[in-house]
Each structure stands twice: as structure tokens, then as C-alpha cells.
């Protein structure tokens, strides 16, 4: 069955530092990818997605991923942490069906990252 | 321009309550989505919508309807609460189901059944 994985619960970083969020995905052919934000006591916010093309993605708030099909793996880079970003993470695909299938929009979630900022 | 809204943003039920979720969007999204939030298991879809009129079974459907008569609105009906429905639950929307289209999610409604 398809599934996305986030192996970390969560993780704390210091304000400034580099952060990577593991996503991994089980899906037979190309899939689509995406990362949202969920600040607390809001809803979930999309960072960025991955379809086709460049295996790098940039996002809004200055987050990059990075497909990697030989891994299975779409995780989430950022180079310098602020305070504000802390928040969970969560990564997705659409659910049962692969690229150019029909899934009527849904998506399958990760498990979730909650990411602590300290300063 | 409201984006997706949820209504109650807070409720406390006691078991065996009903009670109804309100979802409203305001950007003429065909496809509409029920899902709720546990610690530890992300998102997962209850039931979700193709257009006015329609509806369908999600991954947890259980214990839960739904209704969409109007396009821009999502009803998700709670019939006997339980405790194991307590939950934040999110509604989303999506103009075109297309798989690599974004969808919208409202604030989320935080639900207690004691």
C-alpha cells in the first residue's frame, strides 16, 4: 500500500542552525509530494510541492526539499532556523493513485515532525 | 476573501451527543475534505466531497456523516459521540482534484467528548 513515513517525532534545534525533516514515501511509480506547516492552533499551510522536473523544490519561507527516487525520500532543508518556524511538519502524498491517476485530490499524511526552536 | 472557515472552533460533548462541524469556502472549490487530527498519526481523511450533492468514504468514516447540499459548504455530523471521536478536526478544499494541486485547509475544530 502507498505510505509516507516521517521517521522523527520530533526535533529540536538551536535558532540559526541547519534543519532536515525525513520524509519517506512507498509508491510504485513517480509520485507527488508535499510539505505543510501547521503553526500552533492553526491549520496546515502548504510549503512546497514536487510533481516533475528539478529533483530540488523551493518553497515559501525559505524551505528547500529534495526528491531522491534512489532513497525514497522527499525531506525538507532549511540552512538557518528562526524562532518562527517552529511548528509541525507534515509530509503527504495523494492516496491511491500514482502521477496522473485519479485520487480526487486526497492525500496521505506523514506522521508529523514537531520541530522546537531554541533560542 | 475568507479561504476556508470552520465553525465551532472549540466544543465539549458528552458521550453519546451529537452534534454538527460546519465547513464553509469561499473560493468555488469543487472537491471539499473531512479529516482529523490525533497525536502521532498526522491527518486522516473521513469523508470528502466531488461536487454539490456528493459524498464519499474516507479512511475513517466510522461513526461520523456528511452532507454537502450547498458547493461552498461541508457539514460533518457527529450522531452518538464517543470518546475516541475526541479529536481536532480540519476541513479542506480543493479547486481542481488534481494530484498536484494544493489544498486549503480552515483553523480546525478542537472536539471533547468526555
Known amino acids: 500500500a502507498q505510505s509516507v513515513t516521517q521517521p522523527d517525532i520530533h526535533i529540536t534545534v538551536s535558532e540559526g542552525a541547519s534543519l532536515e525533516l525525513r520524509c519517506n514515501y512507498s509508491y510504485g511509480a513517480t509520485p507527488y509530494l508535499f510539505w505543510y506547516v501547521q503553526s500552533p492552533g492553526q491549520g496546515l499551510q502548504l510549503l512546497l510541492k514536487y510533481f516533475s522536473g528539478d529533483t530540488l523544490v523551493q518553497g515559501i519561507k525559505g524551505f528547500e526539499a529534495e526528491f531522491k527516487r534512489s532513497q525514497s525520500s522527499f525531506n525538507l532543508r532549511k540552512p538557518s532556523v528562526h524562532w518562527s518556524d517552529a511548528a509541525e511538519y507534515f509530509c503527504?502524498?495523494?492516496?491511491?493513485?500514482?502521477?496522473?491517476?485519479?485520487?480526487?485530490?486526497?492525500?496521505?499524511f506523514g506522521q508529523g515532525t514537531i520541530l522546537t526552536v531554541h533560542p | 476573501n475568507a479561504g476556508v472557515t470552520q465553525t465551532p472552533k472549540f466544543r465539549v460533548l458528552k458521550t453519546g451527543q451529537s452534534m454538527t462541524l460546519l465547513c464553509a469556502q469561499d473560493m468555488n472549490h469543487e472537491y471539499m475534505y473531512w479529516y482529523r487530527q490525533d497525536p502521532g498519526m498526522g491527518l486522516r481523511l473521513i469523508h470528502y466531497?466531488?461536487?454539490?450533492?456528493?459524498?464519499a468514504k474516507g479512511e475513517v468514516p466510522d461513526g461520523y456523516n456528511v452532507s454537502r447540499l450547498k458547493k461552498q459548504n461541508f457539514l460533518l455530523g457527529l450522531e452518538s459521540a464517543a470518546p475516541s471521536q475526541t479529536s481536532v478536526y480540519f476541513c479542506a478544499s480543493n479547486a481542481i482534484a488534481g494530484v498536484a494541486n494544493e489544498q486549503f485547509f480552515g483553523p480546525g475544530t478542537r472536539l471533547t467528548v468526555l
Open positions: 503527504a502524498a495523494p492516496s491511491g493513485a500514482n502521477a496522473g491517476g485519479t485520487s480526487y485530490g486526497k492525500l496521505t
Open positions: 466531497s466531488v461536487g454539490e450533492g456528493t459524498t
